[in-house]
């Protein structure tokens, strides 16, 4: 059969260290039907002999869930960051080009630290406190239509992929980036959540905050998971002009 | 507010831009506008803006000040960015792009434009009216300048303006943002083409 003398061609930015020269090398593996990324990869694993015949270290990556809901696997595919365990082999133009995604400093080869988004859920305050020295008992209920619009916002797997299609986020600023801002939004307005808004608010206008989005709009057309982080940083925008109007001209109440 | 400057000086950017620069600028090319109607009409225009109580006090407040803040945080603020749109080649972000490339441009061009027509008045008394532009403009080189100059300084304002509805949390909808993108395309249309009409009339009507 054709299918089996079929390959499948490509070309991967490895890096040795966190601190050493990055270089490309050719790989070259037979096809298997509906393949993906992180099959070819697994394929390198095996057997890892580059496209010149030479045995070669195996390609270092990161992955989890596979079905594109962890965001451990997010790499430059043919020059866009996306998931490397739903781009499919047979919807890529070959070779297909390999590379980490530069936003975040290489571990090895593909995979990356993504500490920094880590960081900035934390200074954000992007959780909901449900924990207190006593039981704090079950929260307020939500209106359906407002759960299921919150359900959007919380499909954010810090997987990297709008900080890496950001260009405000780089070496030169220290901005969250949109993934962060969008579960602000997300925390924000659940009913438990929204009793700690006043200290996300702070954080949000704090150094590296919302104020640095250069409306570039490029998160919103890279998430994978179709989050509408655009309108959620434009609606942070809306609360923190209400609220420095307020703080200034208005009331001493925190809300 | 100590803890906040980055969030205030962001937003004093945007505001400033659009008020007083932005509201100046569209005043500025008004009245270059009489141009076109003649070198009577432009230069009765020009003299009742010159002729303007408190002048210099509202040059200091309204251009000067705002203007240099505007110029000197947004340089910065150019700088910061790493531009991607021939990774990433969408419209906004094509726009994002060129909103720092035209900052930079206009800059360039202010700074001439306000030496030749501003300063060269305060120092040498050079005197301000049509014969003055139409000589400067006559020199083909100094022409396409000031015409770079003028699309440039109008495109960063039209787009700054989109900008500047989204920053302030003015439009928060993906819906509402293309519909200002509709409106800042015709506030760019229609004071370019009145920059240029008056650009044109300086050389060829006197």
Redesign the interface.
């Known amino acids: 059969m054709a299918e089996e003398t079929k390959t499948v061609r490509l070309i991967i930015q490895r890096q040795d260290s966190p601190d050493s020269q990055s270089y490309e090398e050719e790989f070259e593996i037979p096809y298997r039907r509906n393949m993906n990324v992180i099959s070819a990869l697994m394929e390198l694993r095996r057997n890892p002999v580059n496209a010149k015949g030479e045995p070669t270290t195996p390609v270092h990556w990161e992955m989890g869930c596979l079905e594109e809901v962890c965001g451990a696997c997010s790499m430059n595919i043919n020059g866009k960051p996306r998931q490397s365990c739903t781009a499919l082999v047979d919807q890529l133009e070959q070779p297909i080009r390999l590379k980490p995604m530069d936003t975040f400093p290489v571990i090895r080869d593909l995979a990356v630290d993504r500490s920094r988004m880590f960081d900035s859920l934390k200074k954000v305050k992007a959780w909901t406190p449900i924990d207190g020295t006593h039981d704090l008992g079950p929260g307020e209920k939500m209106p359906e239509t407002k759960r299921q619009w919150a359900y959007e916002l919380s499909k954010c797997m810090t997987c990297g992929v709008c900080l890496e299609a950001c260009p405000n986020v780089n070496s030169k600023s220290n901005f969250i980036g949109p993934a962060a801002l969008s579960q602000v939004r997300l925390h924000n307005s659940t009913p438990n959540g929204s009793m700690h808004k006043a200290e996300r608010m702070d954080a949000v206008t704090g150094d590296g905050g919302l104020q640095n989005c250069g409306n570039s709009q490029n998160c919103v057309q890279a998430c994978p998971k179709g989050i509408p982080l655009t309108t959620s940083i434009a609606a942070l925008n809306r609360e923190a002009t209400v609220n420095s109007f307020r703080n200034f001209f208005g009331s001493d109440q925190q809300v | 507010m100590a ?2 400057r ?2 205030f000086y ?2 004093l950017h945007s505001l400033l831009g659009v008020i007083p620069v932005g509201l100046f600028l569209m005043q500025h090319l008004v009245v270059n506008y009489f141009s076109t109607y003649g070198p009577e009409a432009f230069n009765a225009a020009a003299h009742f803006m010159e002729s303007l109580p408190l002048r210099l006090l509202l040059e200091i407040v309204v251009i000067y000040l705002p203007l240099l803040f505007h110029a000197i945080y947004g340089v910065y ?1 150019a ?7 021939f ?2 080649g ?1 419209f ?2 094509w ?3 060129l ?1 720092r490339i035209t900052g930079i441009i206009t800059l360039i061009f202010v700074v001439w434009h306000v030496w030749e027509t501003r300063l060269a008045n305060a120092i040498y008394g050079t005197e301000i009216n049509f014969d003055l532009m139409s000589t400067i403009l006559s020199e083909p080189f100094m022409f396409w300048f000031y015409i770079v100059g003028v699309i440039s300084t109008v495109f960063h304002f039209a787009n700054g303006l ?2 500047f509805f ?9 819906r509402s ?1 293309v519909i200002m993108t509709y409106i800042t395309i015709g506030v760019f249309a229609i004071f370019t083409y009145m920059g240029i009409s008056s650009l044109i009339a300086f050389v060829s009507g006197s």
């Open positions: 803890e906040n980055e969030f962001r937003r603020i700088f910061t960015a790493s531009p991607n749109s990774k990433f969408y906004r972000n726009m994002f792009v909103q989109w900008s989204v920053t302030w949390g003015l439009t928060v909808t993906p943002q």
